[in-house]
């Protein structure tokens, strides 16, 4: 059955392209995200609390509705496929999943199949990944001390993440390592995170704490955020930037440091808004699509894809979607609140 699915979507495939997916502000929508699990098996302190409550199995979206979901987003127009959680590599049998995505980069409606992962498990998966045509993985790692990373993801331990990391690099993987700059916490690690990654070859992107959730009484993302222009100056002491115009599909800027060759990426949601030239989306694990992390407007596309075994009532759900999208977020943390903070966690959405 997943083989003739597989066949008659790439039949489809082969048919005249529909019309591309344009927001209401003219930008190209080529990226999808797609969350497939909001469980996981970390409980980052400025992501969830360590006492979650996740959704019901029977809510999520099986990988063959999952399948036909992202199929449809290729078929409009969609370049590139970033699979998220939670964790997506705790979710049963998602290698089969991405082994009927990798048909798509194939016949050329995928230029890229991806993921972002905590690391836990890809000395599993590092392999099977690979021979499912991921090239590259992101990994998100915010100490390199092991004391601090037990207390940052509560549940993890860092020589398993690195064990993983070094498992995909054998599998001819590249890795970006992801960062989330938390004042006070890994601040004085920023010259080590840079010199580990330049010596393993890893790209390193940081990224700004996001208003996303609430994470009870003992969260202070108020306190833990530290701004990006502030973490670039510093940088910038010891090594000399050079601006990159590189893009790899998502909202970071990037710098080359002259010293060492290697590229680290910025994700500034709170310091530079980089919503002009956003050009993605978000579904998560249920069917609902979120045309901005940092906007509360969805829409279900579990019913349209449910309802009919054609696609035409899924593929208007999601331009009426698209023909929604705002023009960007509120994230603020100017007067000492989380401005613009958001009810879902980040695992919901996905990361």
């Given at each position: ?236 002491e010891t090594w000399t930037l050079t601006d990159l115009p590189d893009r790899t599909g998502g909202p970071a800027r990037y710098v080359r440091l002259e010293e060492t060759g290697q ?89």
């Amino acid at each position: 059955m997943w083989r003739a699915f597989a066949d008659l979507s790439l039949g489809r495939m082969n048919a005249p392209g529909p019309a591309p997916l344009i927001d209401p502000f003219a930008r190209a929508i080529t990226y999808l995200r797609l969350s497939v699990t909001d469980r996981c098996d970390f409980r980052c302190v400025y992501c969830m609390s360590e006492q979650m409550q996740f959704l019901p199995k029977k809510e999520l979206l099986t990988l063959e509705e999952l399948d036909r979901l992202c199929t449809a987003f290729v078929r409009l127009g969609v370049r590139k496929l970033r699979v998220t959680g939670g964790e997506p590599l705790v979710r049963r049998d998602i290698v089969r999943f991405f082994e009927g995505m990798s048909r798509h980069l194939e016949d050329g409606g995928l230029d890229e199949l991806t993921l972002t992962t905590n690391g836990s498990q890809l000395a599993r998966f590092a392999a099977p990944l690979a021979a499912a045509g991921v090239r590259r993985v992101n990994v998100s790692l915010d100490t390199l001390d092991e004391a601090r990373f037990a207390r940052v993801t509560r549940w993890g331990r860092l020589p398993q993440v690195l064990r993983g990391i070094e498992s995909a690099r054998a599998a001819g993987l590249r890795v970006k390592i992801n960062t989330v700059a938390l004042k006070g916490f890994n601040e004085d690690e920023l010259e080590r995170l840079v010199e580990w990654c330049g010596a393993e070859g890893h790209d390193l992107t940081f990224i700004e704490v996001m208003p996303m959730g609430d994470l009870g009484p003992e969260a202070d993302r108020v306190g833990q955020y530290w701004a990006l222009s502030d973490l670039r100056r510093r940088l910038s002491e010891t090594w000399t930037l050079t601006d990159l115009p590189d893009r790899t599909g998502g909202p970071a800027r990037y710098v080359r440091l002259e010293e060492t060759g290697q590229r680290i990426g910025f994700i500034t949601p709170l310091t530079h808004n980089f919503c002009e030239s956003c050009n993605r989306v978000r579904v998560t694990c249920t069917g609902e699509i979120y045309t901005c992390l940092g906007q509360e407007g969805r829409m279900d596309l579990r019913a349209p894809l449910r309802a009919s075994r054609t696609d035409g009532p899924l593929e208007a759900a999601i331009r009426r979607a698209i023909g929604e999208k705002p023009k960007g977020h509120d994230f603020d943390y100017s007067r000492g609140t989380e401005g613009g903070k958001m009810r879902r966690h980040m695992s919901h959405t996905g990361g």
